[in-house]
């Protein structure tokens, strides 16, 4: 059975640095074709794919939030990481994490999701 | 940049049929670009429905169809329903490992 679940605080300041945790089960993130990536949607407005990270260590991000955006993984944990710096009032969000199949490129499972609210 | 687009809105009737699109600002969308769509109601998780432009995920019914009319991505519900009402989104692959989510769009059944 594979799960996803996104974690980290609901709340940071302006200009802060927002880290989420993505903890995994039932699949390998070494397993070929396998991705975990993080998608996030405003209230009341679109998903945004934000990057993914591969089975074989590839980092992909959106060219919009490259500069401050940092993805990374612990395969021995079964956890993926999502590191946004420098947090303004438009990143307030749901934060989603969900398994990507490469070879699709589409989601097949998704986390819960985790809102994230930036305010002083 | 290139920006994928949906049309914000389309309503149906109750057991009519819709095609909802999805295309690009620059070029046109084709299978290569392994569209994918996903269902998504208010305060709820997105459900993937269509992958790789037209293969069904798990569940979800025959009536749910994709393909590529024209130049643009489409997703098509036949025999709408009730529970059809729902908010549509787009999955485009731009290559290089970068995806793009269109801007989604509300479907209303009537």
């Known amino acids: 059975q594979v799960t996803l679940r996104e974690s980290g605080p609901a709340l940071v300041k302006p200009t802060q640095t927002l880290t989420l945790t993505c903890t995994f089960s039932?699949?390998?993130?070494?397993?070929?074709?396998?991705?975990v990536s993080w998608v996030r949607q405003p209230p009341g407005k679109a998903l945004e794919w934000l990057g993914r990270?591969?089975?074989?260590?590839?980092?992909w991000y959106s060219k919009s939030l490259k500069t401050r955006l940092t993805i990374s993984k612990d395969t021995s944990k079964n956890q993926v990481f999502l590191r946004l710096t420098n947090m303004g009032p438009v990143d307030t969000a749901t934060y989603y994490c969900g398994r990507l199949r490469t070879t699709s490129n589409s989601f097949d499972y998704w986390g819960r999701g985790t809102l994230v609210t930036v305010s002083s | 940049q290139t920006v994928v687009t949906q049309e914000p809105s389309s309503s149906v009737s109750l057991g009519g049929t819709v095609t909802l699109t999805c295309g690009l600002t620059s070029g046109s969308v084709s299978t290569g670009y392994r569209p994918s769509w996903y269902q998504q109601t208010p305060g709820q998780v997105p459900r993937t429905l269509i992958y790789?432009?037209?293969t069904r995920s798990d569940g979800v019914p025959d009536r749910l169809s994709g393909s590529i009319l024209g130049n643009k991505a489409a997703l098509t519900i036949t025999g709408a329903q009730a529970d059809d009402e729902s908010d549509y989104f787009c999955?485009?692959?731009?290559?290089?490992?970068?995806?793009?989510f269109g801007g989604g769009t509300k479907l209303t059944v009537l």
């Open positions: 039932g699949f390998s993130l070494i397993t070929n074709t396998m991705s």
């Open positions: 999955l485009i692959y731009m290559g290089d490992g970068i995806s793009v």
């Open positions: 790789n432009t037209n």
């Open positions: 990270v591969d089975w074989d260590d590839d980092i």
